[in-house]
T-cell receptor, first 110, second 114 residues
Framework: EDQVTQSPEALRLQEGESSSLNCSYTVSGLRGLFWYRQDPGKGPEFLFTLYSAGEEKEKERLKATLTKKESFLHITAPKPEDSATYLC???????????FGAGTRLAVHP | ETGVTQTPRHLVMGMTNKKSLKCEQH?????MYWYKQSAKKPLELMFV???????ENNSVPSRFSPECPNSSHLFLHLHTLQPEDSALYLC?????????????FGPGTRLLVL
């Protein structure tokens, strides 16, 4: 059975303190791994898609990497506006079905 | 309007009421999705539509009835809901249902069932 596990559940950082969020997965044939950002009371906002081990993508202070078993979302010198829940999702099954992890709640304090 | 919009943003209903959630996408996409996000649980896929045809029903109770009259609009009709159905209901769209197509989400409807 395909599965997505995110850790830690919650993370508190000081502004400028770099860190990484983890997404471990098991899937029968990787067809896409997604990272989304979700602010309270809002819908998820697309960040990255990764398709194969070794792939990396960057956007501002965020960098996503992928291995055969896990993906990391690296946050460099975070700012308070980076505070949000970060969701990882896998394509699982036909019709572009996504299964989501429970998310990591990130709080960045000045 | 741009992206994916949802109305209403908040809804309170009794267990005997009938209500509908509306989703509209302005991206020219051909696939639309309904998801449920309950407190302390991951996002769960409910339904997938491709070119107005329902292609996936993820074991959702019949008290939730989706409708897709055209590729830009998606509805979720609700009747005789239970308190445990209280959640954030999210609509998403993608270009197609090919594997790995990016799904873009609306802001959601926060539903409270009393």
């Amino acid at each position: 059975e395909d599965q997505v596990t995110q850790s830690p559940e919650a993370l508190r950082l000081q502004e400028g303190e770099s860190s990484s969020l983890n997404c471990s997965y098991t899937v029968s044939g990787l067809r896409g791994l997604f990272w989304y950002r979700q602010d309270p009371g809002k819908g998820p906002e697309f960040l990255f898609t990764l398709y194969s081990a070794g792939e990396e993508k960057e956007k501002e202070r965020l960098k996503a990497t992928l291995t055969k078993k896990e993906s990391f979302l690296h946050i460099t010198a975070p700012k308070p506006e980076d505070s949000a829940t970060y969701l990882c999702a896998l394509v699982s099954g036909g019709y572009n079905k996504l299964i989501f992890g429970a998310g990591t709640r990130l709080a960045v304090h000045p | 309007e741009t992206g994916v919009t949802q109305t209403p943003r908040h809804l309170v209903m009794g267990m005997t009421n009938k209500k509908s959630l509306k989703c509209e996408q302005h991206l020219g996409h051909n696939a639309m999705y309904w998801y449920k996000q309950s407190a302390k649980k991951p996002l769960e896929l409910m339904f997938v539509y491709s070119l107005e045809e329902r292609v996936e029903n993820n074991s959702v109770p019949s008290r939730f009835s989706p409708e897709c009259p055209n590729s830009s609009h998606l509805f979720l009709h609700l009747h005789t809901l239970q308190p445990e159905d209280s959640a954030l209901y999210l609509c998403a769209s993608s270009q197609g249902v090919g594997e790995g197509e990016t799904q873009y989400f609306g802001p959601g409807t926060r539903l409270l069932v009393l």
